[in-house]
């Protein structure tokens, strides 16, 4: 069994603190908001998984040097705007023979690093943990399902096949099936630009679209994305996997995505501000609309669908407008199988 530390305690971070605990791993949770800890302390209990009870076993922390001290692996859950902060406060306490694992999706404004390149950036600044191993743990997982044992399967994305199967190993049981992809870059990328094609869908249930629209938008989204990618040079068949699809249907689908709530919120009418407190957590799609058409321009790529988001939720367009801009636009030499 392992010794894990969990940077961060929102959905995600428990719903895999409990999970590795009860596969009898010596699991340990830090947040940086100590009411946090104090209340997951006292009840065993997190307000957004109702139900859901934590093993006594989990300890928790509000020190992260006691955190990271004599850990295999390092969990970095906190929400993709915060994985730099983070990582940086760890830096003084992690070791070159851990391994970091980033269960956070998105990208980074500016930059265009995903969550492991943000993370590798923050490790130049210790030159003795040169060599440590970054792995990314991504696809189709609801912290909801997850943390009531459903069925559930992932990808650990490496580089360096070792660290790539000591993850696999580590997160896989009864509950949970690990895959392996060396693309991590793909892997990544997929996980941070499906949330905006699932807040394009929960946009269309808000207007009152069907399944044709909704089926539509899925597969033309993963065109895009996958159209992206190549252009990043990541490899095409991480697009068709579970971190790609996979993550993309249920995100795009899922009554328990933030993306897809917040969506609907907003196809509905009300605006993206109002519609991310109506949610009351961290609406990862929102994060990455300017990176995602920042990277349009740099990689000179079509992506309307998430130029259409990026017209609803920050150049004030009406969805339906939004919509039929998509309808309308000019068809060029657009097959109904392209990919690229």
Not at 29 to 57: C, M, N, Q
Not at 102 to 131: Q, R
Not at 164 to 176: E, G, H, L, P, R
Not at 308 to 319: E, F, H, Y
Request: net charge negative.
């Amino acid at each position: 069994m392992s010794s894990i530390g969990v940077l961060g305690a929102g959905t995600w971070g428990m719903a895999l603190a409990r999970m590795l605990a009860n596969s009898g791993h010596d699991v340990a949770v830090w947040s940086a908001l100590g009411y946090e800890i104090d209340d997951l302390s006292a009840t065993r209990k997190h307000p957004k998984l109702p139900g859901v009870a934590f093993p006594e076993s989990i300890a928790f922390t509000k020190d992260i040097s006691d955190l990271c001290s004599g850990k295999e692996v390092i969990i970095l859950a906190v929400p993709s705007p915060f994985i730099r902060a983070t990582a940086k406060q760890a830096l003084p306490f992690l070791n070159k023979d851990q391994i970091l694992v980033s269960v956070a999706k998105g990208i980074e404004k500016g930059t265009h690093y995903t969550m492991t390149e943000i993370i590798s950036d923050e490790l130049k600044n210790a030159p003795e943990l040169d060599g440590i191993r970054i792995a990314a743990l991504s696809g189709p997982t609801h912290a909801e399902e997850v943390a009531i044992d459903m069925p559930t399967t992932i990808v650990s994305a490496c580089d360096d096949p070792d660290a790539a199967s000591k993850v696999q190993d580590i997160f896989s049981n009864t509950c949970m099936r690990v895959y392996r992809n060396p693309d991590i870059k793909g892997v990544e990328l997929c996980g941070a630009l499906k949330n905006i094609i699932a807040l394009a869908s929960g946009i269309l249930t808000g207007l009152g679209y069907g399944d044709n629209t909704k089926a539509a938008l899925i597969t033309r989204g993963l065109t895009e994305i996958t159209r992206l990618g190549i252009a990043m040079g990541c490899r095409e068949k991480t697009f068709y996997g579970l971190a790609g699809i996979g993550d993309l249907i249920v995100t795009a689908t899922s009554v328990h995505s933030r993306n897809n709530t917040c969506g609907r919120y907003i196809g509905q009418g009300l605006p993206a501000e109002e519609a991310v407190k109506k949610v009351g957590m961290v609406v990862e799609g929102i994060n990455a609309i300017p990176a995602a058409m920042q990277l349009k321009d740099a990689y000179n790529v079509e992506l309307p669908i998430i130029e259409a988001v990026d017209s609803v939720i920050n150049r004030g367009t009406k969805p339906s407008d939004a919509v039929m801009s998509l309808m309308l636009r000019d068809k060029k030499d657009e097959i109904g199988f392209d990919i690229i």
